[in-house]
Nanobody
Framework: VQLQASGGGLVQAGDSLRLSCLAS????????VAWFRQAPGKEREFVSA????????WYADFVKGRFTISRDTAKDTTYLQMNGLKPEDTAIYYC??????????????????WGQGTQVTVSS
């Protein structure tokens, strides 16, 4: 399976963006897809995740109420709608896929497949 993240860009504080993550050449089942981000000089951090079948979602505290994760199972695509963007949201955003069930969806090590990342830059 290959993950292709897209939708990043340069926006102003308060603007919105919608990131997409397409799972192509899919030869594995999907249990969950997540978004992580990494800002310059910082460690990669969890943003949000969604269970493919049930649609259950997880969010990092710093995005609750601003970001919404969703998936279109017919298109094998996961979305991250980001509203009210802040300069501190500036980072490379990566999507990740886990084919197995896991209780913790905010740990990067459980995800075996990663996309190439898409840059999000929010100016003040």
């Amino acid at each position: 399976v290959q993950l292709q993240a897209s939708g990043g860009g340069l926006v102003q504080a308060g603007d919105s963006l919608r990131l997409s993550c397409l799972a192509s050449d899919r030869t594995v089942s999907i249990d969950a897809v997540a978004w992580f981000r990494q800002a310059p000089g910082k460690e990669r951090e969890f943003v949000s995740a969604i269970r493919w079948g049930s649609g259950r979602t997880w969010y990092a505290d710093f995005v609750k109420g601003r970001f919404t994760i969703s998936r279109d199972t017919a298109k094998d695509t996961t979305y991250l709608q980001m509203n009210g963007l802040k300069p501190e949201d500036t980072a490379i955003y990566y999507c990740a896929l886990d084919k197995d069930w896991a209780i913790n969806r905010d740990i990067s090590s459980v995800y075996g497949y990663w996309g190439q990342g898409t840059q999000v830059t929010v100016s003040s």
